[in-house]
């Protein structure tokens, strides 16, 4: 970083009846009522007021009206400061304002910071607010910084060209493509890979979680509003699971059938054995389910179950045929209340119902009630 100072005196006479009204205001920076130590910028540029001092007029920072950085060109790297001072007197709308113009004079390449003093003279009467004060000079003392820029100008990657603002001769940068995980991008002029790995840029077209490209990044999957990941694409699983309580046989498996609602095949099926067994499903995605359970001698029984963000935890419990009140045994109580079921009496609803139907025939009558009865007294057995 070199830091050069320059004196720039210019002795402008006619400098008031140059209209800045060709500066037109694109991208300003600017500062009314400025102090020392301001910055201002504009394209890659900050200058940093250091002083402002005139050899007649004094204080003249505290007349300034404004610094204003303008029309910077892209092409050339000139940016104009210009500057207003307040009147003092009755004179309205001829407040003296000039500029200067900056030209840098380093390679685009180099981070670029230079010391200008900046020096006008008036000696006319071309600012009559300040004609007491004739011939006076205002010096701008202040440091322009860039940071190192690219190149301008026509050249590619292939074909060197000339810089527009520093006349160096460069060849650009292969521009275009798409870097990925695996490969870097393809320029679209030369046809070339260049550049890094975009180690963000996965590929989940395989919709499994794992990256295409064989990177071997797994989705973290941390968009899981939907069914799917948002990210990746992949079905996000949640558990179903829970305790299935039955009786009878301890050696009897259980079959549990998962049905997606309005489904007549089951999606998913698991078979556990024990009277109390734990079963899971981990591989469910969201939705409305149906869980039959079923047992050798029991009443199969349905759930209905919804998956949603969670996993989801259901315990079942299925009864043995004729066993009505669900206590694991078939007794007195049992018959009974089928007979006040068949009566009228009492109606049995739901799962109860299920397990008094011991013929299966869809319907509880008394031949239901019978077949109970014999299995208590021992004369038939239900299963
Ligand atoms: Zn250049
Ligand atoms: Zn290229
Ligand atoms: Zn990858
Ligand atoms: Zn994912």
Redesign the pocket.
């Known amino acids: 970083m070199k830091k050069i100072t320059k004196l720039i005196s210019i002795l402008l006479i006619i400098a008031m009846l140059m209209t800045m009204s060709s500066l037109s205001a694109s991208s300003v920076s600017s500062s009314y009522n400025p102090a020392i130590g301001d910055t201002y910028t504009i394209g890659p540029y900050t200058i940093t007021l250091n002083d402002v001092s005139s050899d007649k007029i004094p204080d003249v920072v505290s007349i300034l009206n404004y610094i204003i950085l303008r029309n910077y060109d892209k092409k050339t790297g000139v940016f104009a400061i210009s500057y207003q001072l307040k009147g003092t007197s009755g004179f309205q709308n001829v407040w003296p304002s000039d500029y200067f113009l900056i030209t840098p004079s380093a ?3 180099e981070v670029y910071e230079e010391d200008f003093v900046l020096e006008k003279e008036y000696g006319s009467t071309v600012d009559p607010k300040f004609t007491h004060y004739l011939p006076y000079k205002i010096r701008f003392s202040i440091t322009v910084y860039r940071p190192a ?5 026509n050249a590619t990657c292939e074909n060197a060209g000339t ?6 001769s ?1 060849t650009a940068p292969c521009k275009g493509g798409t870097a990925t995980c695996m490969k870097k991008a393809v320029c679209d002029v030369c046809g070339k890979e260049y550049g890094e790995f975009d180690a963000d840029n996965h590929n989940w077209s395989n919709l499994n979680g794992i990256c295409a490209n064989g990177c071997g990044t797994e989705c973290e999957h941390t968009n899981q509003t939907g069914e799917t990941c948002g990210i990746c694409g992949k079905e996000l699983y949640k558990t179903l699971s829970g305790t299935v309580t039955s009786f009878g046989d301890e050696e009897n498996e259980a079959t549990l059938l998962l049905y997606k609602s309005g489904d007549r095949e089951n999606a998913y099926e698991t078979m556990v054995t024990g009277n109390s067994a734990e079963y899971a499903f981990e591989t469910v995605t969201k939705g409305g389910y149906i869980l039959e359970v079923s047992k050798d001698n029991h009443a199969t029984r349905f759930y209905e179950v919804t998956v949603g963000e969670d996993n989801v935890t259901l315990d079942a419990e299925i009864h043995l045929v004729g066993d009505v009140d669900g206590d694991g045994k078939i007794m007195v109580t049992d018959y009974s209340s089928v007979l006040r079921h068949v009566k009228k009496i009492t109606s049995l609803e739901g799962y109860a119902l299920a397990c008094a139907d011991v013929d299966s025939n869809g319907r509880v009558m008394i031949t239901d009630y019978n077949a109970i009865l014999r299995h208590v007294k021992k004369t038939a057995s239900l299963w």
């Open positions: 390679s685009c390449s820029i690219e190149h301008n100008g810089c527009t603002v520093c006349g160096e460069y």
